[in-house]
């Protein structure tokens, strides 16, 4: 049995990394519906090696059900362009998102699933996740570092949040993209990636979100996010640059966005002025 997810993945200069991160899709316990992968202008041969993996899994008998999958290739528009591509051209109401250079655990899909089915009026699924660089886990990340406002529901295997404010933020936590399982007609309604932002247009989308829709969080470390070199955050100016504009969308539209959402990118942009020695 397949569960009506479209899976989301951009991908950009990582054909080292995208065979583990499409394998990780197709040997969940619970198998997705459609893989959508869009090469934004790799020069590296990224393209070609997902349109090969995607032919052998096909062919794995291994693996049942098979996900269907579609590669397509773009010139180079950005990330977020890459993943609302892929959301405009799925075919299930609920999308989950995986960078191609990330992976899942085995039972991610089957954890975050139950919690849809347990709370049905969740907008964003998120779950804990582990960082690790090639040839060991770095740092565990758990979302038990998360206060317990009182409008929070706990129970098995994760948290139910029917609003985020304030308290959320100091937690820490922040939902990554390839942790996030969204209701697409959500995603529809308050507007996709912000194809302005070159950093941040997650926790942008994310934030829009959760200022009206519930929030479920699977407390178990189901997503290693790979370090390496060409890591987004490790551009702190493109970083400080995008936290700017960022702030600044919260200023001119704070409706659209949670309360603390601006506090907390306000205290992201001092870290980043920190790392880079920048002046605040």
């Keep these: 049995m397949a569960v009506p997810i479209s899976v ?5 200069n990582v054909r080292r990394f995208i065979r583990e991160a499409i394998v990780s899709v197709c040997t969940q316990s619970l198998s997705v519906s459609e893989l959508i992968i869009i090469n934004d202008g790799s020069t590296d041969g990224t393209g070609l090696e997902a349109d090969s993996v995607c032919r052998k899994l096909e062919c794995d008998a291994e693996i049942s059900p098979t996900p269907s999958f579609l590669v397509l290739h773009q010139d180079h528009r950005g990330i977020s362009s890459a993943r609302n591509v892929g959301i ?3 075919s299930q109401p609920w999308i989950a998102f995986l960078d191609a250079d990330d992976v899942w655990s085995r039972n991610k899909i089957e954890l975050q699933w139950s919690v849809i089915v347990r709370y049905p009026d969740v907008g964003v699924v ?3 996740y582990s960082t690790f660089k090639d040839g060991g886990r770095v740092l565990p990340f758990f979302t038990s570092c998360l206060t317990n406002p009182s409008n929070s529901d706990i129970g098995e295997p ?3 949040l029917p609003r985020i404010g304030p308290e959320f933020f100091t937690s820490g936590f922040v939902p990554l993209p390839s942790t996030v399982i969204v209701r697409r007609e ?3 309604e308050v507007g996709l990636f912000n194809e302005k932002l070159e950093a941040v247009e997650d926790f942008d989308c994310f934030m829009r979100i959760l200022a009206n829709y519930p929030l479920a969080i699977v407390e178990r470390s189901l997503m290693g996010y790979r370090q390496h070199g060409t890591n987004t955050h490790r551009n702190l100016p493109l970083m400080e640059a995008n936290l700017l504009k960022y702030c600044e969308l919260v200023a001119a539209n704070p409706q659209n966005y949670p309360p603390g959402a601006s506090e907390a990118a306000t205290r992201g942009l ?3 002025r920190t790392c880079y020695g920048l002046d605040s």
């Design 8 to 12: 989301v993945m951009p991908a950009r």
């Design 88 to 90: 405009r051209l799925a």
């Design 126 to 128: 998120s779950c804990a």
């Design 158 to 160: 994760g948290r139910f």
């Design 186 to 188: 959500v995603i529809e």
């Design 270 to 272: 001092e870290w980043v």
